[in-house]
Nanobody, 113 residues
Framework: VQLQASGGGLVQPGGSLRLSCAAS????????MGWFRQAPGKQRELVAQ??????TNYADSVKGRFTISRSSASRVYLQMNSLKPEDTAVYYC?????????WGQGTQVTVSS
């Protein structure tokens, strides 16, 4: 199983980034996919999830700014707009295939002027 996240980086407040996650080794089409993040000294938290049917769920702190999507090519995306310094964290791609829970290696997002 692999979840390869990419697209992180340094961006100024108010800017945008698009994270991408390439999934393989499990049944992507039936899996709920998600993005989590972990800031220094804090617990990992859910950012956004998308089910196999396309239903989405967002953390209150990112509603209206972030958009999660998925493609038939086993990729999941997180479009992040109007970024704030408090969005700084390592972002992890997650796949939930029935009872199996898979994690990627994480990509750093830093929002700073």
């Amino acid at each position: 199983v692999q979840l390869q996240a990419s697209g992180g980086g340094l961006v100024q407040p108010g800017g945008s980034l698009r994270l991408s996650c390439a999934a393989s080794g499990f049944t992507f089409s039936r899996s709920t996919m998600g993005w989590f993040r972990q800031a220094p000294g804090k617990q990992r938290e859910l950012v956004a999830q998308i089910t196999s049917s396309g239903s989405t769920n967002y953390a209150d702190s990112v509603k209206g700014r972030f958009t999660i999507s998925r493609s038939s090519a086993s990729r999941v995306y997180l479009q992040m707009n109007s970024l704030k310094p408090e969005d700084t964290a390592v972002y992890y791609c997650n796949g939930l295939d029935r009872s199996a829970d898979y994690w990627g290696q994480g990509t750093q997002v830093t929002v700073s002027s």
